[in-house]
């Protein structure tokens, strides 16, 4: 069951990407959330995955609802080292990429990317953006004014 520890990682996350130089932050609200974050048993075709980031857009361009779901058939390493014991997913790791869904950006085929594609390991850790991520988020939400 998450802990506190779990908040704080998924806080990070979403502060990495408020960082991001761009228009769009992640902000906690305690009423009208508009985003929801589960941690629950992912089924059928979902089984295999870390997590999944769900969206609805509505009116077009307007994100309407939006959660993501850690998988807990998985362990997660909800600490802030650079290593953990071997069977633990990093939670930021995964956090990190499914904002990144949220947001509608897609996969990438480059393995730093914290967008990547390839899957992420029990020893993979992508904390930081790379230029890459950065600019396809400032591609479709803009620079932030001053930068």
Do not use: Q
């Not at 932050?25 to 959330?33: D, K, L, P, R």
């Not at 993501?68 to 990190?96: C, K, M, Q």
């Amino acid at each position: 069951m998450p802990t506190g520890s779990f908040r704080s990682r998924i806080i990070d996350a979403r502060t990495t990407w408020n960082n991001a130089d761009t228009e769009l932050h992640f902000t906690f609200n305690s009423t009208g959330a508009r985003i929801t974050i589960d941690y629950l048993m992912l089924e059928g075709s979902e089984e295999g995955l870390l997590g999944v980031a769900r969206k609805n857009w509505f009116p077009p361009g307007e994100l309407h609802h939006g959660s993501i779901e850690f998988n807990s058939r998985y362990t997660f390493y909800v600490g802030t080292s650079s290593t953990w014991p071997d069977g633990h997913y990093d939670l930021e790791t995964v956090a990190l990429h499914e904002f990144g869904h949220l947001v509608a950006l897609e996969h990438t085929e480059n393995n730093n990317h914290v967008m990547s594609g390839l899957g992420i390991g029990d020893a993979t850790m992508r904390r930081v953006l790379a230029n890459h991520d950065r600019n396809s988020i400032e591609s479709m939400y803009g620079a932030e004014w001053g930068c």
